[in-house]
């Protein structure tokens, strides 16, 4: 029911990516910055879109 409700919001963005499994594609953040992003229509800064180290995650 999480994976539909956060979908949802992703494809009013007009998302391309959309969560399949909640617990591996929100490991590293960023996706889920992407859904608070959108419920809220506040832009959160200096998000790493490829982290590479578990501290920019």
């Not at 959309?18 to 800064?45: C, K, W, Y």
Request: proline fraction near 2%; hydrophobic fraction near 35%; glycine fraction near 2%.
């Amino acid at each position: 029911i999480y994976t539909d409700w956060a979908n949802h919001y992703l494809s009013k963005s007009r998302s391309k990516r959309h969560i399949t499994d909640l617990q591996h594609d929100l490991s590293d953040g960023v996706l889920l910055a992407e859904v608070i992003e959108v419920i809220t229509s506040t832009e959160i800064t200096d998000i790493k879109f490829k982290p590479k180290t578990s501290a920019q995650m």
